[in-house]
């Protein structure tokens, strides 16, 4: 599995943020009121961050033989997934509550703090989560075997295939 890299969460913040400008720009279109957040979203956000961190960290004990446990490779790789989606939400919610906060900042009436703390409590926690999926990321990673570099017991080399 491949870490995740500043490409695909920036996409996923602009593919947010845009999504987040349009959505407020057709409300307002249809003259309907804007989007604001529910205060439970930040909230969730800093849970599931907080969840993700504290699922990896027994893998990184288990992986640096801190605690007398194995690693079970399919627990670290669930768990580093579940970390690399965390990421990739909290990088579109990032983008989201931006885009939201774009939109509010580029009325011509000044919008009330009621209004954007909301918003920007979900870019902030969103950003959180962001931070503690690449770190319960990185607390997944597991050491290679030395076996993982010479397959087969004579250490001959692989033939190629293709």
């Known amino acids: 599995m491949k870490r995740t890299g500043a490409g695909i969460l920036t996409v996923a913040a602009v593919l947010g943020g845009a999504f987040g400008f349009v959505l407020d720009r ?9 989007f604001t957040p529910a205060l439970s979203l930040p909230t969730l956000f800093v849970l599931l961050g907080a969840i993700v961190v504290v699922l990896a960290v027994p893998v990184f004990r288990a992986s640096r033989g801190r605690s007398g446990q194995r690693v079970d490779p399919f627990r670290a790789l669930r768990i580093a997934m579940l970390a690399k989606a965390s990421s990739l939400v909290g990088a579109a919610g990032t983008g989201f509550g931006v885009g939201l906060l774009l939109f509010v900042l580029t009325r011509p009436t000044t919008p009330s703090l009621g209004s954007m703390g909301p ?3 979900t870019a902030v926690c969103a950003a959180v989560l962001v931070v503690a ?13 030395d076996d993982d570099e010479h397959p087969g017991a004579s250490g001959a080399r692989p033939e190629s295939f293709g």
């Not at 057709?26 to 804007?34: C, F, N, S, V, W």
């Not at 999926?133 to 075997?145: F, N, Q, S, W, Y």
Request: net charge neutral.
């Open 133 to 145: 999926g690449l770190v319960a990321e990185h607390l997944c990673t597991i050491r290679k075997d």
């Open 26 to 34: 057709g409300l307002e279109a249809m003259g309907r009121p804007t």
């Open 119 to 121: 918003i920007i409590a």
